[in-house]
């Protein structure tokens, strides 16, 4: 009777091992589950967010705000951190200069400026110095001058790296010399002044 008895009780024993470890199996694979999920968050919100379209607005909208003369959205769209480059090599500036050199053309020297087929493209650079989400915006341009002098056309290219909604650097590209001509001025080597 007592073997009967043992065998009985080491049976409930392995019958409650065996519950214990579906359980526990229950519970691990819930927590994997779950593991797995939260991994799967995470690697996605450190994924890069590629804002195409609206980075295009804040793009037309800047454009816009050029060819308005309206000094205090260009401000607004430009990041406290802003650095801008060209049309020249060694030109750079941050916010507060770009600024200032914009009110002052506004109010000195601009009649008027207007973007002519413009065009913009938002391209994701996905790794090296310029990573980022940028837009770029090539169109003519044609300014027409307070004093009378111009009007002059331009190609102009430039490149607009976004964050945030926000234009934190830039490059642009045009043809100083091409600017100066239609202005009547003349492309003189120092040597033959």
């Known amino acids: 009777m007592r073997s009967i008895f043992n065998t009985v009780i080491m049976h409930n024993k392995c019958l409650k091992q065996n519950q214990m470890k579906q359980a526990l199996k ?15 968050l995470w690697f996605f919100s450190a994924c890069t967010v590629n804002n195409t379209g ?6 037309e909208k ?20 802003y650095k801008g480059y060209g049309p020249s090599y060694s030109d750079s500036t941050d ?20 973007y002519e087929r413009s065009q913009v493209v938002s391209v994701n650079i ?24 111009g009007p002059v056309t331009i190609w ?14 830039s490059y642009t590209f045009y043809n100083e010399a091409d600017a100066l001509k ?12």
């Open 182 to 193: 239609q202005l009547g001025y003349e492309n003189i080597h120092k040597d033959e002044l």
């Open 95 to 114: 916010k507060k200069d770009a600024l200032a050199a914009w009110k002052y053309n506004i109010e000195n020297l601009y009649e008027s400026i207007s």
């Open 156 to 169: 102009a290219n430039s490149n607009y790296k976004m964050e945030n909604g926000k234009i934190v650097k």
């Open 62 to 81: 800047y454009v816009s705000a050029v060819e308005s003369k309206d000094y205090s959205t260009m401000e607004a769209l430009l990041a406290d951190n």
């Open 126 to 149: 996905p790794s090296g110095p310029n990573k980022g989400n940028w837009v770029a915006n090539w169109a003519e341009l044609k300014i027409t001058y307070k004093d009378g002098s």
């Open 26 to 40: 229950k519970k691990f694979d819930w927590i994997k589950n779950i593991s797995f999920l939260i991994l799967m």
């Open 54 to 59: 609206e980075n295009i607005a804040t793009i």
